[in-house]
């Protein structure tokens, strides 16, 4: 009963199906990299430090979110949604930073 409570409870904070994080990655570090190459230095400095930022961020939500003692299939496919939802939020940042930056 209780693991279909957490289960249930993932499914309402993450999403209904498992989210691919391996494509929402590649698309953020995509979007991150093609940043890199057209910011001037101050610029790509701050976007160094805020991703850095952001991943430490991502590392310890992700890690509270999965923190399913006694269930590792939740806590495996908690861990998964929460990347891949984490990335692609951090994409629509990146976005959104890359809009607001002078054109080259």
Not at 31 to 47: A, G, N, S, T, V
Not at 70 to 88: I, K
Not at 91 to 96: A, G, I, N, Q, V
Request: glycine letters at 2%; aromatic letters at 6%; one cysteine or more.
């Amino acid at each position: 009963m209780r693991n279909a409570i957490i289960r249930a409870l993932s499914v309402v904070i993450l999403g209904a199906a498992p989210i691919a994080y391996a494509q929402e990655d590649r698309d953020m570090n995509s979007l991150y990299e093609d940043m890199l190459d057209i910011l001037d230095l101050p610029h790509r400095d701050l976007l160094e430090r805020a991703q850095q930022a952001w991943a430490d961020y991502r590392d310890a939500t992700c890690e509270l979110i999965a923190e399913r003692p006694g269930y590792p299939d939740v806590a495996s496919s908690a861990l998964e949604n929460c990347l891949a939802y984490l990335a692609r939020e951090r994409t629509t940042e990146l976005r959104l930073i890359r809009l607001s930056l002078p054109a080259p």
